[in-house]
């Protein structure tokens, strides 16, 4: 008998002042109605570093395998998974179709682990339009990396 999956969802954001500069991430995991935060700052890094470390946070803390609906606003994060562009950056040894170096491919790598563990769908949301989870992400990802602006 297949035991069920535990329905997870998990609400993202990453935030930079400058890019590169100082950023931060922010991360809900919600999960029979309890909810968890996660966030951290980083005093030099980019935008999409912190947009692919706000999900790698929240599945990290995920012990078994789940069924995840995962919310992003970041398109680099929607499309390198949902597109299969990551996995081809990993297949072609972390290069791009046209030969150069994928970015960020520790935290690719990582994602794509991690990712195998579970079933799961990707949502993309429109980012500072209301949306009440990305609105909180976001904010948890500026108080991160506050303490690191100058």
Known sequence: MEMELTKVEIFTDGACSGNPGP?????????HGIEKELSDGF????NNRMELTAVIAGLIELRRPCH???YSDSQYFVNGITKGWAEGW????????DGKPALNSDLWDTLLKELARH?????WVKGHAGHPENERC????VAAYQKYKK
């Open 23 to 31: 950023g931060g991430y922010g991360t809900i995991l919600r999960c």
């Open 43 to 46: 005093p030099e890094t980019t």
């Open 68 to 70: 995840l609906d995962i």
């Open 90 to 97: 990993k297949r072609r040894g972390w290069k791009k179709a």
């Open 119 to 123: 079933e799961y769908t990707i949502h």
């Open 138 to 141: 976001d904010a948890l990802a």
